[in-house]
């Protein structure tokens, strides 16, 4: 009796366990994808044709999109047809730009990470911040395309843009300056001064544009052939990255021919890609030391983590981007089109440049823990967080007078006034050679604009008092008058008592207006503390060496 079961049931348990080894042995996904697409495709179709209001099958569509995007990294986005033919528009203008890069996540526009012009960042609009309204217009009305339009416009004008920051009760406004797009690589090469005998190169590489690998090494190259060179600075600060056959080149000036590079790791660890160097180096044992930031990113921070896992280099000032991803673009019907990350990057030592806080809490992008690796010479170097530096170098303090001016485009909107009237007619030494007045004429022109702000303290004790007078309280509140008048009195010091940096950063634009662009950066980097240290560095060689693990 038993026999016949067993015929029976044999086939349907063979049958179960080849769709189950077939499923098992690589079709898991396809299986899944096929299956989620078919669920997701209903749940569409039933909604747009059966829900009890109608629906506009595309701005539906793009919600789902860009509500699966969001628990990705932030470089995968999609484009519809109207984005794509704005990005080209955008990029046949001549007009000017804040430097923001926008994109949608949940419906709503969202920084993404900075541009080849990070002045917006620089200013304190954070990746993550949601942007609530652009000149007045409510955001949430507002296409990608209709946003960048807003955002664009005639150079030196300004827009005004109000974000809604996470953690933050109440939105942020900004004065955005519109600045022209800089599409040079190379900004400035010579020479560092005071001393130029001492034969120190300085490249400021401000992205790495096509032919920037080429322009950096004949830069270095016609000084090496001229009166010569006893050691180089490469300033990678604020540069945003860009094409990573360039960044691979500049590489291989200091380090042996078929050096690995950057690893582009896959999920399929069978696709890995790397980039290894192809040529004999320019200068194989030349001191280098290469300056980053905050703003340093992709292709800057292969540069120079590659050349710190080489321990060829110093690299001198604060930790990098952390954009550690690699995106491709794949085509989509209907004119559309999805930028997608496929890879990290990984450095010679093995560590991943991509910092972890860059990814959304709920992200599915693999970010390597926090690992140490090790140079050739044994040095200590760190994975997911961005290239550190080996030499720290303190950012100045901020206040939160600062903060607000900045936000408010005051340094720039005041140099503008000020190269117009005061400063027409002398040339910038001139202009602020008294300090002093320099700092009255900028008091006066933000009282005739009727500038005001508040500090923390002062948030914190209205929310305070409201809390009192809300309880019944309001004896005890009215006595925080007192309180509220004496922070008032320590505010208004704070132009006397952060007096030499606001005139150096007002100094600091009208050397941009009032100078040539290369003698603006030239003078500059006589006021540069890490230049100054940079050079320090190469005058020695035992610190150097010290710092290298030699």
């Not at 789902?64 to 704005?86: C, H, K, Q, R, S």
């Not at 416009?153 to 996470?166: C, F, H, L, Y």
């Not at 120079?304 to 995106?327: C, E, I, P, S, W």
Request: charged content about 25%; some cysteine; glycine content about 8%.
């Amino acid at each position: 009796m038993r026999r016949p079961s067993v015929r029976i049931l044999a086939p349907a348990v063979v049958a179960a366990a080849l769709v189950l080894m077939a499923v098992r042995s690589g079709d898991d996904d396809l299986f899944e994808l096929r299956r989620n697409f078919e669920i997701f495709g209903s749940v569409y179709e039933q909604l747009v044709l059966g829900y009890v209001d109608d629906i506009r099958p595309q701005p539906f569509m793009r919600a789902g999109i860009e509500a699966m995007l969001a628990e990705l990294d932030p470089y995968t986005v999609f484009y519809d047809e109207a984005d794509l033919a704005d990005s080209r528009v955008q990029m046949q203008q001549s007009t000017g730009t804040v430097g923001l890069t926008l994109g949608e996540r949940a419906g709503r526009l969202t920084v993404f990470e900075p541009g080849s012009n990070a002045e917006a960042y620089r200013q304190g609009v954070r990746i993550g911040d949601v942007i609530v309204g652009i000149g007045g217009v409510d955001a949430a009305t507002l296409t990608l395309s209709e946003a960048y339009d807003l955002l664009s416009g005639e150079p030196g004008s300004t827009v005004e843009v109000v974000i809604q920051r996470t953690g933050e009760d109440l939105p942020r406004t900004f004065t955005l300056p519109r600045v022209p797009v800089d599409r040079d690589n190379v900004r400035w090469a010579g020479y560092l001064g005071p001393d130029t005998t001492a034969l120190y190169g300085y490249v400021k590489l401000d992205q790495f544009g096509p032919r920037s690998g080429r322009e950096v090494r004949r830069a270095f190259r016609e000084m090496a052939r001229g009166a010569g060179l006893n050691g180089l600075v490469l300033d990678l600060r604020n540069n945003p990255g860009g094409v990573l056959e360039d960044a691979v080149e500049i590489v291989g000036l200091f380090v042996p021919k078929d050096s690995p590079v950057v690893t582009l790791r896959s999920r399929d660890r069978t696709a890995d890609t790397v980039h290894r160097t192809d040529t004999d180096p320019l200068f194989p044992d030349l001191p280098v030391v290469v300056l980053i930031n905050e703003y340093s990113a992709s292709a800057s921070e292969i540069v120079a983590g590659a050349l710190q896992d080489y321990d060829r280099a110093v690299v001198l000032g604060t930790t990098t981007f952390g954009k550690g991803l690699v995106q491709v673009v794949h085509r989509l019907p209907h004119n559309a089109a999805l930028k997608m990350t496929i890879a990290h990057y990984v450095l010679p030592s093995g560590r991943s440049i991509h910092s972890a806080e860059l990814n959304t809490a709920s992200s599915r992008v693999a970010v390597p823990e926090e690992r140490l690796f090790q140079t050739p010479e044994g040095r200590t170097v760190r994975s997911g967080v961005g290239v550190e530096p080996d030499i720290p170098m303190e950012r100045p303090f901020v206040s939160e007078l600062e903060t607000a001016l900045r936000e408010n485009g005051a340094f720039f909107l005041f140099a503008d006034h000020q190269a117009a009237t005061q400063c027409a007619t002398l040339d910038f030494d001139a202009c602020v050679a008294n300090q002093d007045r320099l700092l009255a004429e900028f008091r006066s022109w933000l009282a005739d604009r009727q500038f005001s702000y508040l500090t923390l303290s002062e948030k914190q004790l209205a929310l305070l008092d409201e809390e009192m007078r809300e309880a019944g309280w309001d004896a005890t509140a009215g006595a925080l008058s007192d309180v509220e008048r004496r922070l008032r009195t320590e505010k208004e010091g704070d132009f006397d008592r952060y007096a030499e940096r606001l005139t150096g950063l007002i100094a600091e634009e009208l050397r941009v207006r009032m100078l040539s662009g290369q003698a603006a950066l030239e003078r500059s980097l006589t006021d540069d503390a890490w230049v100054s240290r940079a050079r320090e560095l190469l005058d020695r060689p035992a610190e150097r060496g010290r710092l290298l693990g030699q």
